[in-house]
């Protein structure tokens, strides 16, 4: 059941006509996974000082994939940790080739409105 203030801020926005419909989730529990083989230590460190423990699964399979120079196409709900799961194979290139370089472009637009 939405929270009362959840409830209110749809019932605005929904006399406005920008929500056309609404759908509560149950709560799931996280999937985590651990990349094989494991990333360099020094990106584990900074990654544990940055408080991530561990990554989930959706993580690790764009770095396996990345590892394998697929393209990739990552899906998945607000704040479950895109921006970081195509950063990491950015910074795993990074670690392992002192030539290498990383461009990252985001619509920024879009972020504004997540």
Do not use: C, W
């Given at each position: 059941?939405?929270?009362?203030?959840?409830?209110?801020?749809?019932?605005?926005?929904?006399?406005?006509?920008?929500?056309s419909s609404?759908?509560?989730?149950?709560?799931?529990?996280?999937?985590?996974?651990?990349?094989?083989?494991?990333?360099?230590?020094?990106i584990v460190?900074?990654?544990?000082?940055?408080?991530?423990?561990?990554?989930?699964?959706?993580?690790?399979?764009?770095?396996?994939?990345?590892?394998?120079?697929?393209?990739?196409?990552?899906?998945?709900?607000t704040a479950?940790?895109?921006?970081?799961?195509?950063?990491?194979?950015?910074?795993?290139?990074?670690?392992?080739?002192?030539?290498?370089?990383?461009?990252?472009?985001?619509?920024?637009?879009?972020?504004?409105?997540?």
């Amino acid at each position: 059941m939405p929270s009362t203030r959840i409830k209110k801020m749809v019932d605005s926005l929904g006399k406005h006509r920008q929500v056309s419909s609404q759908k509560t989730f149950k709560k799931q529990e996280a999937i985590y996974a651990e990349p094989d083989p494991p990333l360099p230590p020094e990106i584990v460190r900074y990654l544990t000082a940055q408080g991530y423990l561990k990554l989930y699964s959706h993580q690790v399979e764009v770095v396996e994939k990345a590892r394998q120079d697929e393209n990739i196409v990552l899906v998945t709900s607000t704040a479950s940790g895109k921006t970081l799961a195509f950063i990491i194979p950015a910074l795993e290139r990074l670690a392992m080739n002192a030539d290498a370089t990383a461009l990252f472009i985001y619509p920024m637009k879009a972020l504004a409105y997540d």
